[in-house]
């Protein structure tokens, strides 16, 4: 940095001036040892006098800048200068506080003279509020670690398979190993888990619990575990994060002081209220967050973020510990001195979730947009981006021209990044950066923001860009598109796991074990167990009607006889059914054969884009049962294929119509193309295991419970080829199927009358 080599040209003529020293101090009370140390920008030393500088970079206009804007910035300084006055005997020392703008180089300086003593008094006014807190944690600690060897397990028993679970993951958070577990539905895997790993916390062996998930019902399903552990007396500081949008009391608004009240002058006002709140209550809910926060007019968001901190167990998303842009830096930026378990929830839907996190797109509609807005206002901005859109535009030849009738989008990927892009967008991203840290309130703040923080997430995923990704160019009608695909989530996710002290990995469905272990980032020395279902076979009747295609091609041929069987097996019982199909247009298709031929029966129909209402109330209907036959058309891999619990008669019977294939597509072909080379499985990892596992968490839907009782039919001839044979779980075995010579609907009316 050339302001250092300005101090020293400054300071020669009549001292010293050293730069980048190393300081380091200890400070004993009590119990406690703290090591305080640092890294100072500058030191001048003049006469015996010395004076600490400590530089910062800025953008806002020098003149505007006064010296009480930063008391973080005095803070430090004044740190490192009783560090240094102690070291060196002194009875007072000069602290400079030097502002260089990153545009003009230009500098302001702000100086002051402290004693010794004066420093003295500062430095022990923020050690001791934090030994007080350190000895707080150590009390809190012992108290907690007392419940839990107290407590015992919150059933009468273990369930079938539930005890080798917790073991398995007792021994892997002791033993700092990766344990994958299949679970299945009705094991009670969510206690299964949180019990052995708060076990292990009381022993030492982890000190803080993510409990991670990729939706909210299963959130619930954890919180729901903690607090029937704290009626049995546990004490467990337990934190449930919800995404800022859903908390947010000022929608719309710019996270920024000028916009947003709950924001301002955040960290004087949130110290009390977090110390209040962890004092009060051991469960720090999103109703109690929401309630704290509004009561002190503080941001809700950003006081779970605190009480993160304090935290033993968070119950949270899986974004807030692998996604580059959310995940909690305090915890995962870098390997921390505490011992993280991840107890990893629903482990099947981490691939394509991690796939999304580690991807990023840029279109050049989002950059036309905020260039016009601005190009009045901010020439210079404006010109920035429209390097950024030129560069882009420089790989619209990547794409084919249309051909005739050529339905959009039209694709191509490469296997090397968009390398044109980077300089600009670093630019663009550069003076933007000065504008929105600008107080002036320009309208176009929020749309430039959004774009800032896509261009950020773009450069950050660049710089990660390995033969693990592929570039995908498209063209849309009117618009461009340059995406950097994740094609192997897999060495983010291992990076970021193994940063922990043990990870455990558990699910429904993990099948077949080779696939989940190396798509997670596994090793093929890490435990993998699959589990019993606790239920009695009986209890299902499964059936694999293989005389029907429903490849793409014979769909529609397929239809009637598809409808036929439907209406088959739902006609041996009064009941509700959920009927999933492969897409939503087909689905659509067949709801409308079946009403045509049926017109009697009652049916509900999934809508595409279902917000939470619309679907509390889809799934109510199921509530009611026994007066009427309902019949529920849904789409298989979509949100009623799995964290939903229809118990009892609530669902009696399971329809799956085809294998589940995900969508031919260029990122499905380039995932081929990818596992192909790797180990020449391209085909498997791209289609049939994702496939598979959809048509596993739709089936799943029917026994949630020992009472529960009901019908799971698969419709597809590849079912019964040796593939699928392979892979499919092994208590769906023997198949019965039409090959065999079952008379499905006589052996419905068999099943059900045995289960009267």
């Not at 670690?145 to 958070?173: C, H």
């Not at 320009?442 to 710089?463: C, G, N, Q, T, W």
Request: charged content about 25%; glycine content about 6%; aromatic content about 12%.
């Amino acid at each position: 940095m050339f302001i250092h080599g300005l101090l020293k040209q400054r300071t020669e003529p009549f001292g010293i001036y050293r730069q980048e020293i190393p300081v380091s101090t200890t400070f004993a009370h009590d119990i406690f040892l703290l090591q305080i140390s640092g890294r100072l920008d500058g030191l001048i030393e003049r006469n015996g006098n010395f004076t600490l500088c400590e530089i910062k970079t800025t953008d806002k206009p020098l003149d505007t800048l006064d010296e009480s804007d930063n008391p973080a910035h005095w803070a430090q300084g004044r740190c490192y200068a009783y560090i240094v006055a102690k070291e060196k005997g002194l009875d007072k020392i000069g602290v400079m506080l030097l502002y260089l703008h990153r545009q003009s180089r230009e500098i302001r300086v702000f100086e002051e003279t402290l004693t010794f003593g004066e420093l003295e008094r500062f430095f022990n006014s923020l050690v001791f509020p934090f030994i007080y807190g350190l000895k707080k944690r150590y009390d809190w600690q012992h108290l907690r670690n007392v419940s839990i060897k107290e407590l015992t397990f919150p059933f009468p028993d273990f369930r079938k398979g539930q005890r080798i679970m917790s073991g398995a993951v007792y021994r892997a958070i002791r033993d700092g190993k990766k344990q994958f577990i299949q679970a299945p539905t009705g094991i009670g895997k969510t206690i299964g888990a949180l019990f052995p790993a708060i076990k292990a916390m009381g022993e030492g062996h982890v000190d803080k619990i993510f409990y991670l998930t990729a939706r909210n019902t299963t959130q619930a399903e954890a919180l729901k575990a903690y607090k029937m552990l704290a009626e049995k007396g546990l004490r467990l500081k337990t934190l449930q994060i919800t995404a800022k949008e859903k908390v947010c009391f000022m929608p719309g608004k710019q996270c920024v002081e000028e916009e947003c009240p709950y924001i301002f002058e955040y960290m004087q006002r949130s110290r009390s209220v977090v110390s209040n709140a962890v004092s009060r209550t051991d469960l720090f809910s999103r109703e109690f967050i929401e309630l704290t926060a509004k009561e002190n007019g503080l941001c809700p968001f950003e006081l779970s973020l605190d009480l993160s901190t304090q935290a033993d167990l968070i119950i949270c998303d899986y974004n807030y510990v692998f996604d580059p842009r959310v995940y909690l830096r305090r915890f995962f930026q870098d390997k921390t001195d505490e011992n993280i378990c991840l107890l990893i929830d629903e482990a099947h839907n981490l691939p394509e979730r991690a796939r999304e996190m580690f991807s990023a797109e840029l279109k050049r509609s989002m950059v036309r947009i905020v260039y016009h807005k601005l190009k009045n206002t901010l020439p210079y901005l404006a010109n920035s981006l429209k390097k950024v859109r030129k560069a882009l535009l420089s790989y619209a030849a990547k794409v084919s021209p249309v051909s005739g009738k050529k339905p959009y989008p039209q694709v191509t990927s490469d296997s090397e990044p968009p390398k044109e892009l980077t300089a600009p967008i670093d630019n663009f991203i550069y003076l933007a950066e000065g504008v929105l840290n600008d107080e002036t309130p320009y309208p176009f703040k929020e749309e430039l923001a959004a774009l800032f923080f896509e261009m950020v997430h773009f450069s950050r995923i660049f710089d990660l860009y390995g033969e693990n990704y592929a570039t995908i160019y498209s063209r849309e009608k009117g618009d461009f598109s340059v995406k950097l695909f994740c094609v192997d989530p897999a060495p983010m996710l291992k990076k970021r796991t193994e940063n922990s002290k043990s990870s455990i990995f558990f699910s429904a469905t993990l099948s077949p074990p080779s696939y989940f272990r190396e798509i997670l980032g596994g090793n093929e020395g890490d435990g993998f167990i699959i589990l019993p279902s606790p239920f009695p076979r009986e209890n299902l009747y499964l059936y694999v009607d293989n005389t029907v295609s429903t490849r793409f091609r014979h769909r529609a041929g397929a239809l009637s006889s598809i409808v036929e069987r439907i209406h088959e097996c739902v006609s041996v019982k009064t009941g509700n059914y959920m009927v999933f199909f492969p897409s939503f247009e087909y689905m659509q298709k067949a709801a409308a054969e079946y009403m045509n031929r049926f017109p009697g029966d009652r049916i509900l129909i999934q809508e595409q884009d279902m917000d939470e209402n619309r679907r509390a109330e889809f799934l109510a209907s199921f509530s009611e049962y026994g007066k009427e036959t309902l019949i529920a058309f849904v789409v298989m891999g979509g949100i009623f294929s799995e964290g939903i619990d229809l118990k009892g008669e609530c669902l009696s019977g399971v329809i799956i119509v085809g294998v589940g294939l995900p969508q031919v597509c260029e990122e499905r072909d380039i995932i081929k193309k990818y596992y192909q080379k790797k180990n020449g499985k391209g085909f498997e990892f791209a289609y049939t295991y994702p496939g598979l596992n959809k048509v596993q968490q739709a089936a799943g839907r029917v026994i949630r419970s020992e009472h529960d009782r009901g019908f799971v039919v698969l419709i597809d001839d590849r079912f019964t080829t040796p593939l699928y044979l392979k892979i499919m779980p092994r208590e769906w075995f023997p198949l019965k199927t039409s090959d065999n010579g079952t008379d499905l609907i006589g052996e419905l009316k068999k099943f059900w009358k045995c289960m009267a």
